[in-house]
C-alpha cells in the first residue's frame, strides 16, 4: 500500500502448520479454526472454502455500497454462491472463482450493472484481477 492510503483495518492471524493439519488464529481470538486438506476426513476447513467465504462477503458489502451510491434499492436476500477451485497446471497450484449471484426483484440490466461496478471497487476482485480467472452469474 501507499502511503496516500488511508489504513482501514487490519487483519492479523497467525497459523502453525498448514493445510494438512494446520491451526489458524486470530491475535483477537476471533477466528481460531483447524485446517485440513479438501476431502479429508480430519475436522476443519481449507484455504479455498475461506476464500469463497471471504470473496462472497466482500462481494456483497461492495454491492451494497454500489447500490446506495447509486439509488438501486438492493433486496434484503441477496445470496451469492461462491466456489473456488484449487486445480494444478503441471507442476504449479492455480486457483478459479465463480461467483452465482442472486439479487431476486432486480430486473437483469440494473443487476448486471451492479455487478460490473462491484467488480471494480471489491478488494477481492481487485487483489486478483488478471491472476485469478473469475466467472460472475446473475441467477
Known sequence: MNNTMLLIYTAITETTGGRQNGIARSTDGVLDIRLSEPGSAR?????????????????????????????????????????????????????????????????????SSLIEESRRICPFSRATRGNVEVVFRIV
Not at 441477496?78 to 442472486?102: F, M, N, T, W
Open 43 to 111: 475436522i476443519g476447513t481449507n484455504p479455498e472454502q475461506l476464500m469463497a467465504a471471504a470473496w462472497s462477503a466482500s462481494f456483497a458489502s461492495s454491492m451494497a455500497k454500489v447500490a446506495r451510491e447509486t439509488g438501486v434499492n438492493l433486496p434484503a436476500n441477496v445470496k451469492i454462491h461462491a466456489e473456488v477451485d484449487l486445480a494444478s497446471d503441471d507442476d504449479q497450484s492455480v486457483l478459479g472463482v465463480r461467483l452465482a449471484i442472486q439479487l431476486p426483484g432486480l430486473e437483469r440490466d440494473v443487476a
